[in-house]
């Protein structure tokens, strides 16, 4: 990892003799540093081999930016010793911003749902022919994430407490639209009230329910059910939504699906890669789980389980 500071200094010279200093991120393989001195305003990211993915950011970024998504701006980057180096969209993030008043909250996330809404209207077909996209949703990916799930949080693969299969299938027959994939709180940067989205390079086929429902219940966050609605009907206004039963059907059907994989997520990281800090997630997602299962009655076995299994 120290060869990335040596060709930070061949590629952009400017900013030879800066200052690099680590930056803790997530649960990924990915190593990165933020420049001072000479090298301010610059990220330095050096990625393994864990995920592929990591390998398509470079041109994930250069299709957004082509769309009008902020992203941040590659400078260089190195395929063969998987080196990037990217503009600095910030030290803030979105959830850095979640103990402001409301007022000040809710224009960054309306924010965030325009640039959401203009990501999601990109041109899917384009995307393909660029080929930055991972497999897409179908009901093969979504049964994975509920046994993700099983696996990893619940401990047993239960289909039998709540219509699993027929959500994957009904999710599946959706129309699809270009998708972050992971587009929480701590993956949107905030620079003088301007938001960035990073971490995009899982972007794939998808329904826009999963990345708004990944934003409005991201168990990172406190947000009230009237702030919710207040997002939920701003996206479907700026996105040009017709169908509003449609709208609210999908967007809690996806919140099901994506908090299931976040519980998975936090189980797989804290108990097999060995990081703890994921599992005081767990608690206000599976309550959240358990909330929107609350709701629907075939849904309730699963509340029951999620309550239980959230309390071991």
Known sequence: ????????????????????????????????WRGGGAAAGLVAVAYGLEKAENARYA?????????????????????????????????EDLWSHRE??????????????????????????AAER????????????????????????????????????EQAAALAARPRVL????????NILVRDSRVTFIDF????????????ASLLYDPYVDMTHAEREE??????????LADAAAWKEELRACARQRLMQALGAYGFLGRVKGKPSFLRHIPVAAERLAELCDSDPVWHPLAQAVRAAAAK
Not at 5 to 22: K, L, M, N, T
Not at 179 to 186: E, K
């Open 1 to 32: 990892m120290s060869d990335i500071f040596p060709w930070i200094d061949a590629v952009h010279p400017a900013a030879r003799g800066g200052e690099w200093s680590p930056v803790e991120r997530g649960g990924s393989d990915r190593k990165f």
């Open 179 to 186: 998708l972050h994939r992971d587009f929480q709180s701590q």
């Open 231 to 240: 997002l939920s009907q701003f996206y479907f206004r700026v996105a040009g």
């Open 59 to 91: 041109d994930c970024a250069l299709f957004l930016q082509a769309q009008g998504v902020h992203v941040p701006r590659v400078i260089a980057h190195d395929a063969a010793q998987r080196f990037l180096l990217l503009e600095d969209a910030g030290a």
């Open 201 to 212: 390079q899982g972007m794939r086929a998808g329904l826009a329910g999963y990345d708004v």
């Open 130 to 165: 660029a080929a930055v996209l991972q497999a897409p949703f179908d009901a093969d990916l979504y049964r994975w994430e509920q046994d993700y799930f099983f696996e990893h949080f619940l401990g047993e693969p239960r289909r039998d407490l709540a219509p699993f299969e």
């Open 100 to 125: 402001a008043p409301w007022e000040k909250r809710a224009q960054l996330y309306r924010e965030t749902l325009e640039q959401a809404a203009l990501l999601h209207g990109a041109d899917l077909a």
